[in-house]
């Protein structure tokens, strides 16, 4: 059992990040003891991570580093990157530079190293260069999405990690059980259209649901409450504190959400792994949530709402709805592709 050094450290105010690395972390500790660099994160995020007694914790990136290189030298050391997006500029590789002279100890002292759960946000030439060698240095390398897998080059294509929580598929509750359509919009995006509300209205309606904002990260937080007036809505708001005890409260409005619709993939994820059908509206251009849910088998949950009316979005949504069976199916595949890296990830490591 080695020591396994790990990058907890996310954006501390949004609750997805955690959702998205605390697998891999639980996954790591079955193998080794766990010494996890959360930089200044707070008691309440720790807690979203599901930090445990026995984990090493460090607030100190340079005591962190220089435990993993003595750790190394003494042949008694794994490292796994953190999983999550990867912007490809200077300091979005940071991690992946600094990381190189352990990596390099690592790979001649028999230590492993791990790369799982990964995808980029963009895709310039130059960062994806000086990015390579910490690709070439790994033992195991697997993005969270087609488009990266292509432009990396390296590796194969897994489903986000995030996947793999939630309850299990036969304690799902029927759609037809549901009564919440559930929304929450990125604050820091174009915000939606008058007929994008008018839309949402309508579905809720025609389905007898009572729509409820939620905010999954802090500052999402002004547009909640903008769009819970503005639709008539309930509201679950949060004020950046107690990761654990927000997250507890998403999960069970989740376990009863029929619909929902959001541009934050984890919140789209995370309400899925609870049986709640997942609909991606957004009001500007981008793919992330299109390729990382076909990573995962599911296609064809995406709106690209600028330019549409009322009832075009309207209809769009219902189209989602009628192929709910297929959507909500294939959690199942999901999860068992996931599981087997995790087997995979065991093994590397025993």
Known sequence: MKNIFVPGVGQHENIGDIILRRPLINWLRESGELHIYVGASTIGYDRGLGIQPQDVLYHSFIKWYLSALWQAI??????????????????????????????????????????????????????????????????????????????????????????????????????????????SMRGDREHPSDEWLEAVKLYAAQQSLSVVLITQVLRDSALSKKLADKLGAGLIDWDGENHDVQEKQLRDLYARTHTVVSDRLHVLITAYTHGALPIGMLSYASDKIKRHFDAAGVNNICIFTSGMNKNAIFDAMKT???????????????????????????????
Request: hydrophobic fraction near 50%; proline fraction near 5%.
């Open 320 to 350: 989602i709805l009628e192929n709910h069976s297929t959507t909500l199916s294939a959690l199942s595949a999901t999860r068992e592709k996931l599981l087997a890296i995790k087997k995979q990830v065991s093994v590397l490591l025993a």
């Open 74 to 183: 003494k042949l008694n050391a794994h490292y796994a990157f953190k999983p999550g997006e990867v912007q490809l500029t200077i300091m979005g590789l940071k991690e992946h530079l600094v990381m190189l002279p352990l990596l390099a100890i690592l790979r001649l002292t028999g230590g492993k190293v791990i790369r799982i759960g990964s995808g980029a946000r963009n895709y310039a030439a130059l960062p994806r260069m000086f990015m390579m060698p910490s690709v070439w240095l790994s033992n195991i390398v697997m993005w969270r999405d087609p488009v990266t897998t292509a432009y990396m080059g390296a590796g194969a294509t897994m489903p986000d990690l995030a996947f793999v929580e939630g309850a299990n598929q036969a304690e799902h509750l029927p759609l037809k059980e549901r009564n919440i359509l559930v929304v």
